[in-house]
C-alpha cells in the first residue's frame, strides 16, 4: 500500500513549524505506524535530508514515549493502543495522514513531533508517591486488600503518563493524569494517611505546570491508551474537596 | 588485572549479615558532603537513587530518557520472584537460591545468589508498601503463580504489567527525593564517557539529547544501572534504544567485561513478520503456564492447527522434560523450538513458529478465566498480528531477551576500576549462563533497594571526605575532547549509509554466528566479519543534521558504533568457551540426545575481558567459580 504524509516539521521550540508532505510506498499493512516512519526516514537519510524526530522507545505500548497526533487523534485511529501500537492496516491504500506533536501549552516542543513532557514529572514529584523509608516495610501479607480495590487501583497505576489526556482535551487540562496516579495511591490503605496532602500537592503543581482545567468532556479517557475512566476524574474532585475542607479546620490534638 | 570477587568468610547464610557488620559506615552528618552519579533510572538506578538520596547522600540521577519512569524495565511483564512461600508448597530462601544456580547452569556466583535470594523478601514488602497493586486474592493477601524453571509459585505480579508497577513504585520513590531536593534529576542526558582519575572512577561526560550541550560531571563514585546489551542484534525484545554505550565506555576505560557471550534468547516471541520489522514482541512466559507448545508431526505440514489431529501433534516440551513440560526454563524451550523448526515442521508462514495452544485451558477453566490472566496479553497478539488467540493457538519463536554478561563486578558489585560500580542487567553476577523468569527484575531491585546502600559506604568510607575532583581536571577536559572529537567525525563523515543499515548487517552476523547455536567456524566467520563492518562503518557511514540539537540520527550511530566492537567480543567469548550451558550453547558440545555438555573441569569460571586498546586483541582474565554449598550436577528437568 502507499500513504502521502502531512508531517508538522519543527526546527526547535524557537522557531515556526510548518507541514511537509512526504510519501511512503510500498508498505505492508503489517507494519506498525512508526515502522512506517522509519522507512520515510530512511529514505529521508539516503535522499541527504534530515530525518523525522519522533519519540519511540519500547514500542510495545508501556513506555509512554511515543506521542503522535495522527489525523487530529493522539495516537491515531484505533482505541486503547498507544502511536506504536497503531497499525498500517488501520488506514487505506491512498489515504493521505496528516502527523503532529501532542499540542499543549505545558509541553512545549522539542523539535518536529517531539515535546517535553516534564511537567508530569514536577505533578509526580510533587505528591505522587507513598512516603515509606526504604527498609522500613512491614510483612507485605501484614496489610490486606480486598480484590476488587487492588483491582481498581491496578486499573488507574496502568497509566503509562505518555500525555495523550492531554493532547485529546480542548483546555490541555492534565486531570485524567493526575487523578489516575492519585486515585490509585488514594483507594490503598498504604496511601491512606497522607490522601489529603498528596491531592492538594499535585493539583497545585498541575496548576502550575500550565495545565488547563477540565470542563468534563471526557475526551482523555476516549483518547487514553490505557482506557483509564474518567471516573477518577471524579474521584479526584471529590477527594480534592474533601482535602480542602479539612485544611480549612487544622487538625487539633484532643486534649 | 587482578579479579578479587571479595566474598565473605563464613557460612553461605551468614555472609551478608557478616559483611554488613563488618564493613565501615558513613556518619549520617558526612554523607552529604558525598556525590554520588546514577546512570540509569530503572529498576536498578531509580531505587538506588531513592535510597541513597533518602539515606542523605548527594545524588544526582541520569536517564537518557525523557522520564525516568521510561526506562525498560518497565515493559518486563510476567513477574517478580520471592521466597516468601506464602502458598505453603515448600519454597525458602536456599530453594530460590538453589532454582537460581541451577538455572544458571552453575555458573554464576554463588554468595551473591544466595544474598538475592535472601533480600528477596524484603523487596516484596518494600513495593506493596509504596503501593504497587500486586494480584491478589479475594481474601486480600497477595496472589501468586508459577514460572518455567520452577516447581513451586513463587512469582507476585501485577497482571502482565509486573515490570511498569514495579518500576512506578521506585519512580515514585524517586521523585520523592527528586520532591525533596536530595536527588537531582538529570533527564534527556546520555553518557558517553567515564572519566578515570588516579586510577579511580570520578566522573562522567554527558550529552543533552535535546540540546546537544556536553557537560562534565563529578562525584566521588559512579554507578551504572544501564542494562542490557541484547540489541546489538538489531531485533529483539529491548526496548528500541537500550544500548550498551554506558558499559562498554566504562569497560574502555579499564572495567572487565564479563561473560559477554551469555545470551538469553527467550522462547515466546510473536515471530518476525517482515524485512521492515523493528522489534520484536515478548509474550510473557507466563503464559506456559496455561499454554501447550506443539509443532506436527509431519514435516512441511501447511495444515491450519484444528484440522491437525490430537495424535499427529508433538507436544515435544511434554514429550522430552516430563517433570517441567511447557515450564522448562527458556534456554531449554528456545532451543527445542529452534530444533523443531529446523527439523522442517516449524508453523507459520516463514517456517519459524510454534505453536501455543491455549485450547485445553479455555476448555478446562473457560475462557473468562484464560482472559483474566492473559487478557492484556491477548490484546498485544491480536494487535500485531490480527489473530485471537481465543480462537486459533499462538505462533511464537524465540528471539533475544536479556543479556546475562556485563561488566565485572565484586561482592560488592564494584568492577575493578575502583568507584565504578553496576547495578541488575548491566553487571554479570547473578544468573550465571541463563536467567530464570521473573528473576530480572528481583536483581534489579535487591541490587538498588538493598545492596548497593549497604556497599558503597565500604568504599566511601574509605576516600578522604574532601570534595569530588573539579571538573577542570585534565583527565575532564581529555574525556570530553574525545566526546567531541567522536561526535564530530561522525557528524563530519557524509558516507553513503545510513546507521539503521549497518546495525541491520551487524544484527544478522550476530543471530547467524552468535545466536541460539554456535560453532567454531561461524564464531571464527564473525570475527573477522565484525571488524570489517566496522571499518566500514567508520568510512562510510552517514549521519544528517548537526550535533547542537535534538539530533536521533547521531544517536544511534554512537551507539550502533559501540555495539560494533561489543559484537567482536561477545563472539570472541563464544568462541573460547568450549562448552555448552545455559544461553550459551556450542553445536560442538553436546550429548548425542541434543543436551548442553557442560565442561565443568575447564569452564567452571567467569571469562571476563580486559579492554586493550582500538585493534588490539582484549585479554580473558577468569575468575574461578568455587562453590562451597552446592554441588555441581547437570541440569536436568526430565
Known amino acids: ?255 | 588485572m587482578k579479579l578479587d570477587p571479595k566474598i565473605p568468610s563464613g557460612p553461605l547464610e551468614k555472609k551478608w549479615e557478616k559483611h554488613i557488620m563488618e564493613g565501615k559506615l558513613v556518619n549520617p552528618a558526612n554523607k552529604r558532603k558525598y556525590d554520588i552519579i546514577m546512570v540509569g533510572s530503572g529498576l536498578a538506578g531509580a531505587s538506588a537513587a531513592a535510597t541513597l538520596g533518602e539515606l542523605g547522600y548527594k545524588v544526582k540521577c541520569f536517564t537518557f530518557h525523557d522520564s525516568p519512569r521510561r526506562a525498560h524495565s518497565i515493559a518486563a511483564q510476567g513477574g517478580i520472584n520471592a521466597a516468601k512461600n506464602y502458598q505453603n508448597d515448600g519454597d525458602s530462601v536456599y530453594r530460590l537460591f538453589y532454582d537460581t544456580i541451577k538455572g544458571g547452569d552453575f555458573r554464576s556466583r554463588e554468595a551473591n545468589v544466595y544474598r538475592l535470594a535472601q533480600v528477596s523478601v524484603n523487596i516484596i514488602d518494600q513495593c506493596a508498601a509504596q503501593g504497587v497493586p500486586f494480584a491478589r486474592e479475594y481474601g486480600g493477601l497477595l496472589a501468586n503463580r508459577s514460572f518455567g524453571g520452577a516447581q513451586v509459585s513463587r512469582t507476585f505480579y501485577a497482571r502482565g504489567q509486573t515490570g511498569q508497577q514495579l518500576l512506578l513504585g521506585a519512580y515514585s520513590a524517586l521523585s520523592r527525593q527528586v520532591g525533596l531536593g536530595t536527588v537531582e534529576l538529570c533527564a534527556n542526558e546520555e553518557m558517553l564517557e567515564v572519566v578515570v582519575i588516579d586510577g579511580h572512577a570520578k566522573g562522567i561526560i554527558t550529552r543533552n539529547l535535546n540540546t546537544g550541550a556536553i557537560t562534565r560531571h563529578s562525584a566521588h563514585a559512579v554507578v551504572l544501572g544501564t542494562g542490557g546489551y541484547g540489541n546489538v542484534f538489531n531485533l529483539s525484545t529491548y526496548a528500541r534504544n537500550s544500548n550498551v554505550t554506558a558499559a562498554w565506555r566504562a569497560h574502555r576505560k579499564g572495567a572487565a567485561f564479563a561473560n559477554p557471550c551469555y545470551t538469553q534468547i527467550h522462547p515466546t516471541c510473536i515471530p518476525v513478520s517482515g524485512d521492515y520489522q523493528s522489534k520484536l514482541t515478548l509474550m510473557s512466559e507466563s503464559l506456559r503456564n496455561d499454554g501447550r507448545i506443539w509443532v506436527p508431526k509431519k514435516r512441511d505440514d501447511k495444515r491450519p492447527p484444528h484440522q491437525i489431529p490430537e495424535d499427529e501433534r508433538d507436544y515435544y516440551l511434554e514429550r522430552k522434560y516430563p517433570s517441567f513440560g511447557n515450564l522448562a526454563p527458556r534456554d531449554i524451550s528456545s532451543r527445542s523450538a529452534k530444533e523443531a523448526c529446523d527439523d522442517g515442521r516449524g508453523v507459520g508462514e516463514t517456517g519459524l513458529g510454534v505453536y501455543l495452544d491455549f485450547s485445553d485451558a479455555i476448555k478446562r477453566l473457560g475462557a473468562d478465566t484464560i482472559k483474566e490472566r492473559y487478557g492484556n496479553l491477548f490484546d498485544i497478539y491480536k494487535e500485531i498480528t490480527d489473530e485471537s488467540a481465543y480462537d486459533v493457538p499462538m505462533r511464537i519463536y524465540p528471539a533475544v531477551h536479556y543479556t546475562m554478561g556485563g561488566l565485572w563486578v565484586d561482592y560488592n558489585l564494584m568492577s575493578n576500576l575502583p568507584g565504578l560500580f553496576v547495578m541488575g542487567e548491566a553487571n554479570f553476577s547473578d544468573h550465571g549462563a541463563n536467567r530464570l523468569g521473573a528473576s530480572a527484575l528481583m536483581q534489579g531491585l535487591a541490587d538498588g533497594y538493598f545492596v548497593l546502600p549497604y556497599t558503597i559506604p565500604h568504599y566511601l568510607a574509605e576516600l578522604d571526605r574532601d570534595g569530588a575532583p573539579s571538573t577542570d581536571d585534565a583527565e575532564f577536559v581529555k574525556a570530553e575532547e574525545e566526546v567531541k572529537a567522536r561526535t564530530e567525525k561522525l557528524l563530519s563523515n557524509k558516507g553513503k549509509q545510513s546507521v539503521k543499515s549497518f546495525h541491520v548487517r551487524l544484527g544478522k552476523i550476530m543471530w547467524d554466528h552468535c545466536g541460539m547455536a554456535r560453532t567454531k567456524e561461524g564464531l571464527e566467520k564473525a570475527i573477522k566479519l565484525i571488524p570489517e563492518l566496522r571499518e566500514e562503518y567508520w568510512a562510510d557511514v552517514r549521519v544528517p543534521g548537526e550535533g547542537k540539537e535534538l539530533n536521533q540520527s547521531l544517536e544511534n550511530a554512537g551507539r550502533v558504533g559501540d555495539f560494533l566492537e561489543l559484537g567482536e567480543l561477545m563472539c570472541r567469548d563464544a568462541l573460547t568457551r568450549e562448552e555448552s550451558c545455559g544461553g550459551h550453547f556450542r553445536e560442538e558440545h553436546q550429548y548425542p540426545d541434543g543436551e548442553a555438555m557442560r565442561d565443568d573441569e575447564k569452564f567452571a569460571h567467569v571469562a571476563a575481558w580486559e579492554y586493550k586498546g582500538e585493534g588490539q586483541e582484549p585479554v580473558r582474565h577468569t575468575e574461578e567459580l568455587e562453590y562451597e554449598s552446592v554441588k555441581f550436577a547437570t541440569r536436568s528437568y526430565k
Open chain 1, 1 to 255: 500500500m502507499n500513504v502521502k504524509l502531512r508531517v508538522w516539521r519543527q526546527k526547535n521550540n524557537e522557531t515556526e513549524g510548518r507541514f511537509e508532505n512526504y510519501e511512503a510506498k510500498d508498505l505492508n499493512p503489517n507494519m506498525s505506524f512508526l515502522e512506517m516512519m522509519d522507512v520515510v526516514n530512511e529514505d529521508l537519510t539516503d535522499s541527504g535530508d534530515e530525518p523525522i524526530a519522533f519519540a519511540h522507545d519500547c514500542r510495545e505500548g508501556i513506555c509512554g514515549t511515543c506521542s503522535c497526533m495522527i489525523d487530529g487523534k493522539p495516537h491515531g485511529p484505533e482505541h486503547g493502543v498507544a502511536t506504536c501500537q497503531t497499525y498500517m492496516r488501520s488506514f487505506k491504500d491512498g489515504d493521505t495522514i496528516t502527523v503532529e506533536p501532542f499540542r499543549a501549552k505545558a509541553f512545549p516542543i522539542v523539535k518536529d513531533l517531539v515535546t517535553d513532557r516534564a511537567s508530569f514529572d514536577k505533578i509526580q514529584q510533587a505528591g505522587g508517591f507513598i512516603t515509606i523509608r526504604t527498609g522500613a516495610a512491614p510483612d507485605a501479607n501484614s496489610i490486606p486488600i480486598g480484590k476488587e480495590i487492588a483491582d481498581l487501583a491496578m486499573d488507574a497505576a496502568a497509566c503509562i503518563g505518555c500525555g495523550a489526556c492531554v493532547a485529546a482535551c480542548k483546555n490541555a487540562s492534565a486531570m485524567l493524569f493526575v487523578s489516575a496516579k492519585a486515585g490509585q495511591l488514594n483507594l490503598l490503605p498504604q496511601g491512606k494517611p497522607e490522601k489529603d496532602r498528596r491531592v492538594l500537592s499535585m493539583v497545585a503543581a498541575m496548576d502550575e505546570a500550565g495545565f488547563g482545567n477540565c470542563t468534563n468532556q471526557y475526551e482523555c479517557s476516549a483518547a487514553c491508551p490505557k482506557l483509564i475512566s474518567e471516573e477518577f476524574i471524579s474521584k479526584l474532585n471529590r477527594d480534592f474537596v474533601g482535602a480542602t475542607v479539612r485544611s480549612s479546620f487544622k487538625a487539633k490534638p484532643l486534649v
